[in-house]
């Protein structure tokens, strides 16, 4: 004789409850992602998580010239007289960022809003005004205080 130990009901809720708490442990094993940057120009938006992250803490300072110097992964077209939208999560700009070209400083204060949009010819111009190659690595920079603590990186394609 076979005795039946859970009734259907009480099967359905056990795997149901089996189910919920190996899902919790997948997501629980895995990294938070970082926040995300965008670049819009006209309509075509890339997106990106962050080449170096510490999840909002400082980045060491021996890490930092490497990061900047990665390749960025995603790439957009610009036009010189198209507008580049930047775009950060919240929590990037609660802290403030800065735009880097090719690895180098581009502006001095930390700007604290979301959203910002500079013109395209911006990047492909040198201090004299004479266009300069065709490819520029744009790199934005979360800051905290004197810390940096997230690096993004995309490259603006200059087209005709």
Same mark, same amino acid.
């Given at each position: *004789?076979?005795?039946?130990?859970? $009734?259907?009901?009480?099967?359905?809720?056990?795997?149901?409850?089996? %189910?919920?708490?190996?899902?919790?442990?997948?997501? @629980?094993?895995?990294?938070?992602?970082?926040?995300?940057?965008?670049?819009?120009?006209?309509?075509?938006?890339?997106?990106? &998580?962050? $080449?170096?992250?510490?999840?909002?803490?400082?980045?060491?300072?021996?890490?930092?010239?490497?990061?900047?110097?990665?390749? %960025?992964? !995603?790439?957009? &077209?610009?036009? *010189?007289?198209? !507008?580049?939208?930047?775009?950060?999560?919240? /929590?990037?700009?609660?802290?403030?960022? =800065?735009?880097?070209?090719?690895?180098?400083?581009? /502006?001095?204060?930390?700007?604290? !809003? =979301?959203?910002?949009?500079?013109?395209?010819? %911006?990047?492909? @111009?040198?201090?004299?005004?004479?266009?300069? @190659?065709?490819?520029?690595?744009?790199?934005?920079? /979360?800051?905290?205080? !004197?810390?940096? =603590?997230?690096?993004?990186?995309? &490259?603006?394609?200059? =087209?005709?």
């Amino acid at each position: *004789m076979t005795v039946a130990f859970f $009734s259907g009901k009480g099967r359905r809720i056990g795997v149901a409850l089996g %189910a919920v708490s190996a899902g919790l442990l997948v997501l @629980s094993a895995c990294d938070k992602p970082t926040p995300l940057a965008t670049v819009t120009v006209g309509g075509n938006t890339v997106s990106t &998580e962050a $080449s170096c992250y510490n999840d909002g803490n400082a980045l060491k300072e021996s890490e930092i010239q490497g990061c900047l110097n990665k390749k %960025a992964e !995603k790439s957009v &077209e610009v036009a *010189m007289d198209d !507008k580049v939208r930047f775009g950060v999560d919240p /929590e990037i700009a609660d802290n403030g960022w =800065t735009l880097f070209i090719n690895g180098q400083q581009a /502006e001095q204060e930390p700007y604290k !809003k =979301t959203y910002r949009s500079i013109p395209g010819s %911006a990047f492909f @111009s040198s201090q004299t005004g004479e266009t300069t @190659s065709n490819k520029t690595q744009i790199s934005i920079v /979360e800051t905290k205080g !004197k810390k940096l =603590t997230g690096i993004w990186h995309f &490259e603006l394609k200059k =087209t005709s």
